[in-house]
């Protein structure tokens, strides 16, 4: 079946450093993926999305290119903020009503 | 501002108690869904309205009741829950079904405490 893969967590960085945090998928077919944040207490937010093999999503200085030949959607920012901080899901949605999440990934920024 | 609106935002209720969760959005969403998250774990998916009919229900036990009364309101009926059922509840939406394209739109959720 359709899974999501993301590197376990936590990830820690200073304010202002370069984030990466990986996400491949198995599906058959052409998912649409999806980069979901969740801050404390709160619900889920979308964050970006892609529908497309090349497709890049962006948001707020956070960037993910759907890599069909890598079955990646890694997620990048240049520069991150204490306000950056919480979980982040990388999910998928093929052609069904589900949407399969990753385990998440925590990132902390300290100043 | 989240766009879809669950309430209330925390519940604390016995065993024996009847409460509900309720969720509305005015998007003109066709799709409804929810699901369970526990602490520190991805959103488990429960129930799947699809133009107000329930299309998917993981194997959710009994004591969990959804009900979909119009296109822009989703309930969740509660009765006899155990403690393990602890958890923040979401809510979410989409504007179609079995597209596999759109997003699911999220609301922040209710809390709930069972003792």
């Known amino acids: 079946g359709d899974s999501v893969t993301q590197m376990e967590g936590p990830v820690t960085l200073s304010e202002e450093a370069f984030l990466t945090i990986n996400c491949t998928y198995t599906?058959?077919?052409?998912?649409?993926l999806f980069w979901y944040v969740q801050y404390p207490g709160e619900g889920l937010q979308l964050l970006l999305k892609a529908t497309k093999a090349d497709d890049k999503g962006s948001n707020k200085g956070f960037e993910a290119t759907y890599r069909k030949e890598t079955t990646s959607f890694h997620l990048e920012k240049g520069s991150v903020q204490v306000s950056d901080s919480a979980v982040y899901f990388c999910a998928l949605r093929s052609n069904t009503d589900k949407l399969i999440f990753g385990t998440g990934t925590r990132l902390q920024v300290f100043p | 501002d989240t766009e879809v609106t669950q309430t209330p935002k925390h519940l604390v209720m016995g065993m024996t108690n009847k409460k509900s969760l309720k969720c509305e959005q005015h998007m003109g969403h066709r799709a409804m869904y929810w699901y369970k998250q526990k602490a520190k774990k991805p959103p488990e998916l429960m129930f799947v309205?699809?133009?107000?009919?329930?299309?998917i229900n993981e194997s959710v036990p009994s004591r969990f009741s959804p009900e979909c009364p119009n296109s822009s309101l989703l309930n969740l009926h509660l009765h006899a829950l155990q403690p393990e059922d602890s958890a923040l509840y979401l809510c979410?939406?989409?504007?179609?079904?079995?597209?596999?394209?759109?997003?699911?739109?999220f609301g922040n959720g209710t809390r709930l405490t069972v003792t």
């Open positions: 309205y699809s133009y107000e009919k329930l299309s």
């Open positions: 979410a939406s989409s504007p179609r079904t079995g597209g596999g394209r759109s997003p699911l739109h």
């Open positions: 599906a058959t077919g052409y998912p649409s």
